[in-house]
């Protein structure tokens, strides 16, 4: 099991950005593919974006493509999602999640490992 804590949340006007940060401890992070999902009230949990753990590939949800960018960080044991250009219909809890040894994938059931979520909100 590996521990995930989310941050980088808050309000945040339209067309403006957002850095989210997801800390893991617990096991070796590096053999991990990561998630970024969110789910907003009253809806299903949504697939945003992946990072594998081998050579760092990456899977994006068609909707963030050109705007939004997953990437591991230079400590090895987080993982950033930078969100630009936001619209407040992407106002949602984000979550993190991880999957050990997985391949890059957009369902949320194959992850194994969740955070608490942190919350983002996108005024008009």
């Known amino acids: 099991q590996v521990q995930l804590v989310e941050s980088g949340g808050g309000l945040v006007q339209a067309g403006g950005s957002l850095r989210l940060s997801c800390a893991a401890s617990?096991?070796?992070?590096?053999?991990?593919?990561m998630g970024w999902f969110r789910q907003a009230p009253g809806k299903e949990r949504e697939f945003v974006a992946a990072?594998?753990?081998?050579?760092?590939?990456?899977y994006y949800a068609d909707s963030v493509k050109g705007r939004f960018t997953i990437s591991r960080g230079n400590a090895k044991n987080t993982v950033h999602l930078q969100m630009n250009s936001l619209k407040p219909e992407e106002t949602a809890v984000y979550y993190c999640?991880?999957?050990?040894?997985?391949?890059?994938?957009?369902?949320?059931?194959?992850?194994?490992?969740w955070g608490q979520g942190t919350q983002v909100t996108v005024s008009s």
């Open positions: 617990g096991r070796t992070f590096s053999t991990y593919t």
């Open positions: 990072i594998g753990w081998i050579g760092g590939s990456t």
């Open positions: 999640a991880a999957r050990e040894h997985g391949v890059l994938s957009a369902v949320p059931s194959e992850y194994d490992n």
